[in-house]
Nanobody, 122 residues
């Protein structure tokens, strides 16, 4: 069992930055790829970024490339999403997810956090 708790969301002006954190519990965390997803009001949930079990590989949605960076610290059992150059379109609830696989992927995430809200003002 893996439990995920997101934090770090808030209100920020366009062009600003936020760092989201996802604290994980579970003995198998280090063997799981991790991902970030988001869901804006009135829109479907969409993939943002993912990272392999050891942090060696990362994959990003096109709309965040060059702005967001995913990382993880397996000693701290935490995955991060550094968000720079934020835009109003980034406003959404951001969810952390764990995939029962050591490699990155877009699907088959088995565990989800409750989300943290990010609001970007224009």
């Amino acid at each position: 069992q893996v439990t995920l708790v997101e934090s770090g969301g808030g209100l920020v002006q366009a062009g600003g930055s936020l760092r989201l954190s996802c604290a994980a519990s579970g003995r198998t965390f280090s063997n799981y790829a991790m991902g970030w997803f988001r869901q804006a009001p009135g829109k479907e949930r969409e993939f943002v970024a993912a990272i392999s079990w050891n942090g060696g590989s990362a994959y990003y949605a096109e709309f965040v490339k060059g702005r967001f960076t995913i990382s993880r610290d397996n000693v701290k059992n935490t995955v991060y999403l550094q968000m720079n150059s934020l835009k109003p379109g980034d406003t959404a609830v951001y969810y952390c997810a764990a995939r029962q696989s050591p490699v990155v992927g877009l699907n088959n995430y088995n565990y989800w956090g409750q989300g943290t809200e990010v609001t970007v003002s224009s």
